[in-house]
């Protein structure tokens, strides 16, 4: 289908700790990539975006990792804050066709 | 505020109806998906258009359809539904088909 499903994995950290959030995408014809964040009942809000000729990209306390060998990617997330807390999903996306949800990861974070 | 707006925002109708939800992309995209979220099946791609025109499909029923107006504004069809099709629909729009997609607030559809 056109995302994996369920079950979603949990991570917990400690405030104040880095968080790294990983995820295995499906298409190695894959171009650009995303990371979303989802909070409960909102829509899911852009973090952080990469393409797939770079191999790292920063922004505001958060890093992506693109290792095209392994299809995966990871979100590094520095100093978390309870408000990080949400559902973070990775997004690709294939010459501007489609753009395609991995399951997802729940992030906890304790104070 | 992504931009992007979705109506209604909650939806109760009954199994074998018909109904419409409606997306106004951001100002400027040319670019609309539709996605359905429910518990069992994560985000899932449904179909996405381009300036107007049908671009990519994903595992879209054949009771849904979809379309992209002149003015770029998006409505997503859903007929003869079934208790299963009770799911979040979001909206996203993005300038082209590869750059940032933004979401909307979702219309939450029950059917009963």
């Known amino acids: 289908g056109e995302s994996v499903g369920l079950h979603l994995p949990t991570l917990s950290v400690q405030e104040g700790d880095n968080s790294i959030i990983n995820c295995a995408y499906s298409?190695?014809?894959?171009?650009?990539f995303i990371w979303y964040k989802q909070e409960s009942g909102k829509g899911p809000q852009f973090i952080i975006d990469?393409?797939?000729?770079?191999d790292k990209r920063q922004g505001q306390r958060v890093t992506v990792l693109l290792n095209k060998t392994v299809k995966h990617l990871s979100l590094q997330i520095a100093a978390t804050q309870p408000g990080d807390s949400a559902v973070y999903f990775c997004?690709?996306?294939?010459?501007?066709?489609?753009?395609?949800f991995g399951a997802g990861t729940i992030l906890r974070v304790k104070s | 505020d992504s931009g992007v707006t979705q109506t209604p925002k909650h939806l109760i109708t009954a199994t074998g109806q018909r109904v419409t939800l409606r997306c106004s992309p951001r100002?400027?995209?040319?670019?609309v998906y539709w996605y359905q979220q429910s518990l069992d099946q994560g985000l899932q791609f449904l179909i996405q258009?381009?300036?107007?025109?049908?671009?990519a499909k994903g595992n879209i029923l054949e009771r849904f359809s979809a379309q992209q107006f002149p003015d770029l504004h998006s409505e997503l069809n859903l007929s003869s539904l079934e208790l299963g099709d009770s799911a979040l629909y979001f909206c996203?729009?993005?300038?082209?088909?590869?750059?940032?997609?933004?979401f909307g607030q979702g219309t939450r559809l029950t059917v009963v």
């Open positions: 997004a690709e996306n294939r010459n501007g066709n489609k753009l395609v």
């Open positions: 100002s400027g995209d040319l670019s």
């Open positions: 990469i393409r797939s000729n770079m």
């Open positions: 996203a729009s993005s300038v082209r088909g590869d750059t940032e997609a933004f």
């Open positions: 298409n190695s014809a894959s171009d650009y």
């Open positions: 258009y381009y300036n107007g025109e049908e671009r």
